[in-house]
């Protein structure tokens, strides 16, 4: 069964595409896409947004690099975390300051006395201790995502980055096309992608008002405009753009994303991506632990990227 389902797929890609795919384009849509883990691979019980999340994703788990989220503290200090406030995903310890919790009334080292929940209790990580990471590690790639928008935070973010020489493995992201504008023009060698999440939305226009590099889609737009996506990725190609999907946490929609050249797949589930891809792919490695080749059920579909 395991080797009759990459020739099924390929059958099935070949009826369902041939009116729309030459011959000559069939090997560029059947690239293997990258696989990015989405604030790290908490399957294993890590915290999101954790220095080892983002070691789980990326040595254990085979992903090619990892996505976080940057917050600025009341100094200044840039630390790594989705929300606002700490208390979703951190806990106060009894050095912690009174009641504070918006990040943007702690300073850096108020936030180190929090500790990130179960189950190891790490400190919430800073952008310099990601970029070390991230600077160890040959080939690995790290999306940074843009939460404020105003020019002190995002010229703190570039600093940082330039210190640590890193614009060719660092990549910035941003809901607002403006933000990454901003970041774009004053750091034009670093790469941008912008995200697309209203489907009316023309993906080259969008990346043309962000000068952006790249673009990302939201997979709830997959299920009600497939064919409409599937045109305007090859029209983002031949802009010379990239264009990945996320965030994808089911095999459901990898047959519609290889057929459409998806260059790269946001997951908060690496290892079951890396697994379908090698299915139904079969190039390169699909991570040191193939997990069983599972359909599952469309609820455990993330209905769009999480601003």
Not at 78 to 85: A, N, Q, S, Y
Not at 174 to 191: C, N, Q, V
Request: with cysteine; proline share 6%; aromatic share 8%.
């Amino acid at each position: 069964m395991r080797n009759l389902v990459p020739t099924l797929f390929r059958s099935w890609l070949n009826g369902r595409f041939r009116c729309i795919s030459s011959e000559k384009r069939l090997p560029f849509r059947l690239k293997r896409p990258k696989v990015i883990v989405h604030r790290g691979d908490t399957t294993a019980g890590a915290p999101e947004n954790s220095l080892s999340a983002f070691r789980h994703g990326v040595e254990v788990s085979g992903a090619h690099g990892f996505e976080c989220d940057i917050r600025r503290a009341m100094d200044g200090a840039l630390v790594i975390l989705h929300d606002p406030k700490v208390g979703r995903t951190a806990a106060p310890t009894a050095r912690s300051p009174g009641k504070k919790r918006w990040v943007r009334e702690l300073t850096g080292k108020e936030l180190r006395t929090f500790r990130l929940k179960l189950p190891l209790r790490e400190t919430i990580p800073s952008l310099e201790e990601v970029l070390d990471y991230v600077g160890s590690r040959e080939g690995l790639i790290c999306y940074l995502e843009f939460k404020e928008g105003n020019l002190e935070y995002i010229r703190a973010i570039i600093e940082t980055v330039r210190r640590y020489q890193l614009q060719d493995r660092v990549l910035f992201i941003s809901f607002d096309a403006s933000t990454l504008a901003l970041a774009k023009e004053m750091a034009p060698e670093i790469p941008g992608e912008v995200i697309v999440v209203n489907i009316f939305h023309r993906l080259v226009d969008v990346a043309r008002a962000a000068r952006a590099d790249g673009v990302a889609i939201a997979v709830l737009t997959f299920r009600f405009v497939r064919s409409w996506l599937q045109a305007e990725v090859q029209k983002a190609h031949e802009a010379g753009l990239w264009v990945n999907a996320g965030v994808v946490n089911s095999l459901h929609f990898l047959p519609w994303l290889l057929a459409s050249g998806i260059d790269g797949i946001f997951t908060d589930d690496p290892r079951l991506i890396l697994q379908g891809l090698q299915e139904l792919v079969g190039e390169g490695e699909a991570g040191p632990s193939p997990v069983p080749l599972i359909l599952r059920p469309e609820a455990d579909i993330r209905p769009d990227f999480d601003p």
